[in-house]
Every structure is written in structure tokens, then in C-alpha cells.
């Protein structure tokens, strides 16, 4: 079955830097990746997705690549706010063929710091 | 409102007396999920139904059992809980294959003895 790894577990970044989280996967089928965030005591929520037949997207702050050669996707958020902090978890599906199965990888805490 | 509903929200039970954790969602959403999340292991998928009457096994789906007997809600059922099974659970909901976003439920906390 897929695997989704994930890193870095911890990242601790100042107000205004960068933060950029990578996961890779190993099923070359999987062809949908989503990114979720979880803030303290709440649900993970979607912030933003990316097809396997797009290299690139973008949403203001944050934006998602994709290298289907290497297996791995990576969230990148820029100007990072105290808000940004939370839980983050990337996943990998087959869609639609398989399109109930979900795997995430484990989490990225992120911490921003004032 | 749309959204998915879960109950209970907190729980604590013994080792081996059944319990059942219920989610509705109010969306029509073809796809609906349970996953649990534990510290460091990330959401893992338990079990998984693409509509009415059809589930297929996530991840981690022994000691789970699950139901689809109409579109709206899908009950997790723990037949004999073990200290193992304690957890923060989540049901989410998708609309189709095409529209993959999943809407979390708000999660229930569960604790074995």
C-alpha cells in the first residue's frame, strides 16, 4: 500500500520567514495530494490541494510543488504569521479510482515565533 | 449549516463493553471515513465507504466495525475496546471521487480502562 513520509516532525521559524514541509510518497498511481491543517483542540481543515498533472499552486501565502519524477511534494508558506502555527499534514490518494482510501503522512508541527 | 457531527465527543469506557461512536453529515457526500490520530502517528485511516451498503478497509481497521445503511451517517463500532483503541477519532465526508476535499467531524476523544 502507499506510505507518505514526512518531514521536518518540528519546525520553529520567526514571524515573516519561510517554512517549507516536504512528504514523499511511493505509489507512483497516487495522483492527488492535499495539505491540512489542524490548529490546537480543532479539526484538520484542507488549505490547499495539487493534481498530479499540475507542478505548481499557489493560494496568497502558501503554495504546494509537486515532483512526480521523485515522489515528493512540499508545502511552502511565506511571510509566516503567529496564525500559521499548527499541525500540518500532507496525504496522498488515487483518485478516482480509489478514491475513499487516504494516506497522511504523520505531521509537521509548525511553530511561528513573534 | 453544512457539516459533519459526531457523538460522543468525549468517552470513557472498560476493556470489552461495546460502544458505538456515530457521524452524520448533512451534505450529501458520496464518501465518508473514520480515522484515529495519535501522537507522532498522524491521522491513519480505519475504514472507508464510497456510498450506501459499500466499505472497504483504511489502515488500521482491526478491532473496528463500521455500517453504511444510509447516506448520511457512519457509525464506528467497537465491539470490544481495548486500552489500545484509546484515541482521538475523526469521521470526515467527501462529496464524490472528483471533488476529493474530506470535511472533519470535530473528533471524539476516547479512553479505554
Redesign the interface.
Known sequence: GENVEQHPSTLSVQEGDSAVIKCTYSDSASNYFPWYKQELGKRPQLIIDIRSNVGEKKDQRIAVTLNKTAKHFSLHITETQPEDSAVYFCAASIRPTNAGKSTFGDGTTLTVKP | EAQVTQNPRYLITVTGKKLTVTCSQNMNHE?M?W?RQDP??????IY???NVEVT?K??VPEGYKVSRKEKRNFPLILESPSPNQTSLY?CAS?L???Q???Y????TRLLVL
Open positions: 464518501y471515513s480515522y507522532g502517528l498522524g491521522l491513519r485511516q472507508y465507504s464510497m472497504d483504511g489502515d475523526f467527501s464524490s471521487s472528483y476529493e476535499t474530506q472533519f467531524g470535530p473528533g
